[in-house]
């Protein structure tokens, strides 16, 4: 094979999907309410989109153990209705429900990047 394809990056399509964690990166998010959350909180996104959101956004602040508590349990309350909403929306309900200044920092760059990439066609 020539140096020219071996160094050639490959685009998946933007059909090919790939797990994307609201709260990131898992390492931090690895105990109690902070990986309920973490792991409750995947959405399936574009690959393209996926590798864009992580090069602008490298990790997710972890909010102080108590605000994680009350979210997870208005979280409990409502989860069918929840866990079927798309990226942006997801964000937002975790902007909204989690008074973190810098955790709504990352949630609200997370739904305005989502909210774009979902108005383009795929």
């Known amino acids: 094979m020539s140096k020219k394809k071996k160094n050639r990056v490959r685009i998946p399509p933007v059909t090919t999907r790939d797990r994307h964690h609201l709260c990131f990166q898992k390492r931090n998010w690895s105990k109690g309410y902070a990986k309920a959350i973490c792991m409750a909180f995947v959405r399936y996104v574009p690959v393209v989109y996926h590798r864009e959101l992580h090069a602008r956004l490298r990790t997710v602040p972890v909010p102080d153990n108590a605000l994680l508590k009350a979210a997870w349990e208005k979280y ?7 866990d079927s909403y798309g990226a942006a ?10 008074p973190d200044e810098q955790f709504r920092k990352a949630m609200q760059f997370q739904v305005d ?3 774009t990439k979902e108005e383009q066609p795929r």
């Open 89 to 98: 929306r997801a964000a937002a309900w975790l902007y909204v429900n989690i």
């Open 113 to 115: 990047f989502f909210a």
């Open 76 to 82: 409990q309350a409502n989860k069918v209705e929840i």
